[in-house]
Each structure stands twice: as structure tokens, then as C-alpha cells.
């Protein structure tokens, strides 16, 4: 894709925004004035750079222009994501408190639009399968031109240019590349400067950001542990301990990443299927990094997210994921993807990944984010009973083993036995006997001592035994 360095005007300002915010606002204009013409005025892209001009001028001091700002943004959010989305309304209340005859007030301007996606410059296909490096090279030439003189060292050396590399990679909505970035700043810092630096806590606290948006908790999690012990022991008395120890308790321990297909089947039918989409994407990563890219759960997610986008009417990512998914042709049959269905999709909306930067539901995102585990269990079961009908029989078992966990700290066994069976049932599938065998017998003596030996459940599991087990 050509780059146009206009496209990256946005970013360069979200870096700006606290140290300089002349130079942000300039930039923002200049992204307003291409967004407009590229994408057209009344994009949710322009509606989020339009609030971040009144956040500028808000802090500049110029009240009557920040107000103005604030009103166009919420003219285009109101015709688009409409006056109750969760953007519009926090623009809106703003407006009301500090705009209403333009008398100034304490309320603080909105920073950012909860739940409108950033602009990406990298287009459709983002950062994936470009590398890091040609990324850098791309952001190190229009951010120079923008006002910017980053200047990127070779990689794994980027030194303190690699978090402004990072903190330009999120404000373009490139989470994953931005983590990699932090990341590989966190070990430079690390090493020159010392594993407590503040810099390390900088990477730390951006990093868990970064994961956070891509539904990684158990990183999240992580990360937080990390921050909290580098505070503990440089400095003690530091409030942000306080902080972090409470978001680890109530968001902590976090659920498995094995477990998002299961999260997404349940939350796809309770008709949240925007947050559905947030949990097929995170498991998608997981998979295709630990699984591969042709193994069966990974094109089911694949699938399901292109599902997703189809259902949100986002038709150029839908295009995209399926076109993907069809490049799999053999492995998306056996994952029992009905392959006709993709390719007159395809063939109904042609050219729809080339309108993908166009099309402003795409830029419209839910804010879910998994919680922890404490939080779930009690669906738990339910999301075990997903992915076992969707033939994820190794990841319904390790549900299953967390929900009998559960029952047993809460000290309420009435349904013990059945989870017992539903464990020997997966396991059984596995083709590991002796553990299923080891579960129906745990199980047949739980529910015969709540419901007695002759019931029609005692009895058929008293036949696999005979049959498998003896």
C-alpha cells in the first residue's frame, strides 16, 4: 500500500498530546482535512479526531473552539453510532457541563472515544505479516516529515526511540505490534539502566494496556504482578501499590486463553456479538500461535470472526477473514466451514476489503474486556457444555475441571457428580481410559450418595464401566 504520510498524522498527534499539544493540534488538523476528503466528513474516524482537537484546545485554554470541536464530533457520532453509544454519550454529557454558555468548567474534556477504534495508517491488513521492521521504517519517514524526528535504531537497539516507536504503534490502534515494541524497550531499559528504572514501570504499564485491548488477560495479570513487585521493593511506599493490588484481586486470577472459543460461543448467543468478536480474535491469536494456522479450532475462530464482522456489518473485514480462510481451502473443509457459503460471500461483495477503511461500523469496537476468573465461574459449565458440542473436547475438559474446583470451594456438590461424568466423558474421547475410568466411578459415587444406586444416570454409567473399565 502507498504510504501517504497524512495517514499517520493522527498517531504522531495521540503522541503529542501531553507535551506539546500546538504541535498535536496541527497534526490533527492535517488528519481531519485528509479524513474528511479519504473517508468522508461524517466517518467516526473524523468524529474521534475532532475530539481530539477539543481536548487540545481545552488545554490551551481555548474554551470557545474546544466546545465547537466537541460539537461537530457529537453531530457525526449521533449520525453514525447513534446518540446512545457509549462515545456520543460521554461527549454529549461533557458538553453539557462544560459548554453550555460557554462558561468553562472543572469537568475533565474526553481524551479519547470509548469504543471507536483508532485510525490504523497501515490499512486493513495492519502490521500482520509485514515485520517489525518494515513497520519502523515506514513510521520513522512520515513521522519525520509530521514533525516527529524519530530516529529508529536496528532492532532489539532501539533504544529510548523504541517506546516513542511503541507509543506510536498503539495511538494506530496496532496493539500487537505495540506490545512487541514495549517489549523489546522494557529489556533495553532493563539492561542498560536497571530491572527497577522507571522506564521498566513505564514499558509495564503499557504493555498491560496493549493486552488489555487485545483480551490477553492472563499477560495482563502478569504484568501487573511484575509492576507491583518492582514497586514494592523501589518503592514501598509508592499509593500505586495500593491500585495494583486491588485491579489483581478483582481481576485476577484471569481465564485461559484455550477457553475464549467457549466465551465467544456463549456470548454470540446471548446476542453480544460484538463482544463475541473481541473473544474469537484473542482466542485466534492464542491458537494460531500455540495450535498453528491450519489446525482446526484455529479455522473454526477464523471463520466465526469473519462471522462476526458479516453479523456487525463490517463487510470488508468479513471479506478479508474469509478470503483467508478459503487460501485454507483443505483444512476450513475439515473443520466442517461450509466452503460455497465463503466463496458467494465473496462473490456478492466484491471489492468490500477495498472499502474496509471506508466503512465506518469497522471502526465501531466493543469495550469488552474477559473477566476473571471469579467472575465467570459461575457460567462456566455452560461454556464447557459449548465447546464440547463444538468437538473443543480438550478445552471443555479443563472448564470442567475448573468448575468442580469451584463447587468444591464453594462447598456446594449437588451437581459434583455430573461434572465428574462430563470430565470422564471428554477424557474418554481423548482416548485417556484410565482417567475417565478414575472420573465415572468419583462420579457414580457422588450422585448415588445425593440421589441413590438406582437411577437411570448410576445405571448407564455403571455399564461403561463394566464395558471399559474392568
Known sequence: ???????????????????????????????????????????????????????????????????????????????????????????????????????????????????????????????????????????????????????????????????????????????????????????????????????????????????????????????????????IDAYPGNPYIEQLTRRLEAQCPAIPSRWLYGVGEWLGRSGRVGDAQVAFDAYHRWAEAQLGPRHPYTLRALALRGYCAEELGQMGRAYRLYRKLLELRPEAAAATVVVGDLERFLTEHPGADRTEQQDWRSYVRSEWVPPGLHELEPSLEEIGDLLKEAGHVDEAASVYEAVEAWMLRQGSGVRLGEILAKQGWCQARLGNRDVACHLYERAKRAIEERSGPDTPFVREIARYLAEACR
Open 1 to 231: 500500500m502507498e504510504m501517504t504520510t497524512e495517514r499517520w498524522a493522527y498517531a504522531v498527534g495521540g503522541v503529542y498530546m501531553e507535551s506539546n499539544q500546538d504541535l498535536a493540534l496541527t497534526n490533527f488538523q492535517l488528519f481531519e482535512r485528509w479524513a474528511a476528503d479519504q473517508l468522508g466528513p461524517e466517518h467516526p474516524v473524523v468524529a474521534l479526531v475532532l475530539a481530539r482537537q477539543g481536548w487540545c484546545r481545552a488545554r490551551l485554554g481555548d474554551h470557545r473552539n474546544a466546545c465547537e470541536a466537541y460539537r461537530r464530533s457529537l453531530h457525526i457520532l449521533e449520525a453514525t453510532v447513534g446518540a446512545g453509544h457509549p462515545a456520543a454519550r460521554r461527549v454529549s454529557a461533557y458538553l453539557a457541563a462544560a459548554c453550555e454558555g460557554e462558561t468553562g468548567t472543572s469537568e475533565w474534556p474526553p481524551h479519547t472515544l470509548e469504543g471507536i477504534r483508532p485510525f490504523n495508517p497501515l490499512g486493513p491488513e495492519g502490521a500482520e505479516g509485514r515485520g517489525l521492521d518494515e513497520v519502523a521504517r515506514e513510521v520513522e519517514a512520515a513521522a519525520t516529515v509530521l514533525g516527529l524526528p524519530l530516529r529508529l535504531g536496528p532492532p532489539g537497539n532501539r533504544g529510548a526511540s523504541g517506546y516513542l516507536f511503541g507509543t506510536l504503534l498503539r495511538e494506530a490502534g496496532e496493539y500487537q505490534a505495540a506490545a512487541a515494541a514495549f517489549a523489546e524497550y522494557e529489556r533495553w531499559v532493563a539492561r542498560e539502566r536497571g530491572p527497577t528504572h522507571d522506564g521498566v514501570l513505564q514499558a509495564l504499564n503499557q504493555l498491560a494496556y496493549c493486552y488489555r485491548l487485545l483480551a490477553d488477560t492472563a499477560r495482563v495479570c502478569e504484568l501487573y504482578e511484575r509492576s507491583r513487585r518492582i514497586l
